[in-house]
């Protein structure tokens, strides 16, 4: 875990921190009181973990539509029946 930068020092390295993150794809905690409150992180890695929780959230909701409706499991979808190739 990255040390926890206190918010006076953040600002006056705001532009360094900035360009760290996008160049060198390194993370940044700012806290009070060695408590961290924000995180700076590159913004291909921000991306990335929007596109995560996009899809976990599109995951719950298929599970949950499946358990609704009676949904087939895929096994049964692509099984072929017996005698047919």
Do not use: C, W
């Amino acid at each position: 875990m990255p040390k926890v930068l206190n918010i006076t020092a953040a600002r006056s390295r705001l532009t360094s921190l900035v360009q760290e993150a996008f160049l060198e794809q390194k993370r940044t905690l700012i806290g009070k009181h060695g408590v961290p409150m924000a995180a700076l992180l590159p913004i291909r890695e921000y991306e990335e973990l929007l596109q995560d929780l996009e899809d976990l959230g599109d995951m719950l909701q298929a599970e949950q539509e499946y358990r609704r409706t009676g949904g087939k499991d895929f096994e049964d979808v692509v099984k072929k029946p017996k005698g047919r190739r």
